[in-house]
Structures are given as structure tokens and as C-alpha cells.
Antibody, heavy 120, light 106 residues
């Protein structure tokens, strides 16, 4: 059974950096048969895929959504079997529930979600 | 980017009803389509992948069909646990979700 446990602050000030971590159990961040994603959900934007990292041919790859490219970094941490999200220069529009998720094609296991509010 | 549309946006139904939700992609996605169920305060739960394959553990009253740009999710006999919001999602390039269909009690 794969479990994804999210952690990170629920309140971030405008212009600062949103940082979340997703700890994996029951699988490995270094597996070559899955990708590791961040997805967010807000009433105004619905479910929005932000990006993912995955390991293939001894190389780490990253894909990012056009809407956040330039502000986002997703990094694996093999020593802790987890991956992280950093979103820079946040505005109130970045207020959402953030989810981490594994995909083996399409997302199949999801974290519990973290409500992140951007406010001063 | 591939855009996904769903209809209806809201559907009122009774226990035992047959329910159909439609999803359209802005360009062909072959069969790279999934359906998710979401309840308030919970993460989406995968029901159907590759347009018509039932995810392990999902009830057999859920079925999916379609290919290319038009897809449907059918619930053959609606159960009390099925009142929720349903999302389609394409994973051709890479992931885009539909706006959702809320199934509520008539």
C-alpha cells in the first residue's frame, strides 16, 4: 500500500516562497515506473496539475505546467524517500489545497492535501 | 494545452438511477483518460483509467467508454455513497482535469 504524507505551512505571505514536502511509504521516489506530482485545487481554477519529477535511465526529469514555469521547483530527496514543492513569489491567487500524487500513467495515490493560504 | 469540458455541471438523481456524465477533449487523446470521484475534504479517488479500465477496488457499477475526444462515465445503479463530484482527466500531455460534475440527491 502506497501512502503519501504531506507536510508544510498552511500560511504564506505574499511574495514569499511556498514550500511543501511529500513523504513516501510503500514505494520509492527513485522508482523507474512512476512519477511524483504536485496538483492544486481552488474554487477559481479547479484541479490544476503543477508539475512532476521522475527517474529514468539514471537521470532525474522534471515537467512543469506553463502557468507556473519559472516559479516552481520540484525536487526528489532520495535519502528521505520524499519529494518537495517550492513555489516562489506567491500571490493570493496561489491560495489552494495542494496535493502530492504518484502517477503510473495517471495519478493513482494522493496525499491528504494541504490548504495553503497566501495572506499578509 | 489540451482543454477538457464536462457536462452536465450538476446532476440531480435518486438512488437506483442510471447516471451518465460526458467529457470532451479539445483534441484527440486516444484513450488516455481517467475518471475520479471526490468527496468534500478528501483527495480525488481514481475510478477508471485508460478510458474504460476499472481501477482495483472500484465498484463494478462504474464504467467508462469512449476514445479520441468524447468519453462517458456511467453509474448503472446509483448508491448513497456515490453522491460526490466526478472529474475527467486527460494524461496524454501531461495532465489536465475537467471542471467536474456534481451528483446530488434529487
Amino acid at each position: 500500500q502506497v501512502l503519501l504524507q504531506q507536510s508544510g505551512p498552511g500560511l504564506v505571505k505574499p511574495s514569499q516562497t511556498l514550500s511543501l514536502t511529500c513523504a513516501i511509504s510503500g514505494d520509492s521516489v527513485s522508482t523507474t515506473s512512476a512519477g511524483w506530482n504536485w496538483i492544486r485545487q481552488s474554487p477559481s481554477r479547479g484541479l490544476e496539475w503543477l508539475g512532476r519529477t521522475y527517474y529514468r535511465s539514471k537521470t532525474w526529469f522534471h515537467d512543469y505546467a506553463t502557468s507556473v514555469k519559472g516559479r516552481i521547483t520540484i525536487n526528489p530527496d532520495t535519502s528521505k524517500n520524499q519529494f518537495s514543492l517550492q513555489l516562489n513569489s506567491v500571490t493570493p491567487e496561489d491560495t489552494a489545497v495542494y496535493y502530492c500524487a504518484r502517477d503510473t500513467g495517471t495519478p493513482d495515490y494522493w496525499g491528504q492535501g494541504t490548504l495553503v493560504t497566501v495572506s499578509s | 494545452d489540451i482543454q477538457m469540458t464536462q457536462f452536465p455541471s450538476t446532476l440531480s438523481a435518486s438512488v437506483g438511477d442510471r447516471v451518465t456524465i460526458t467529457c470532451r477533449a479539445s483534441q484527440s487523446i486516444s484513450s488516455w483518460l481517467a475518471w475520479y470521484q471526490q468527496k468534500p475534504g478528501r483527495a480525488p479517488k481514481l475510478l477508471i483509467y485508460r478510458a474504460s479500465s476499472l481501477e482495483r477496488g472500484a465498484p463494478s457499477r462504474f464504467s467508462g467508454s469512449g476514445s479520441g475526444t468524447e468519453f462517458t462515465l456511467t453509474i448503472t445503479s446509483l448508491q448513497p455513497d456515490d453522491f460526490a463530484t466526478y472529474y475527467c482527466q486527460q494524461y496524454s500531455s501531461p495532465f489536465t482535469f475537467g471542471p467536474g460534475t456534481k451528483v446530488d440527491i434529487k
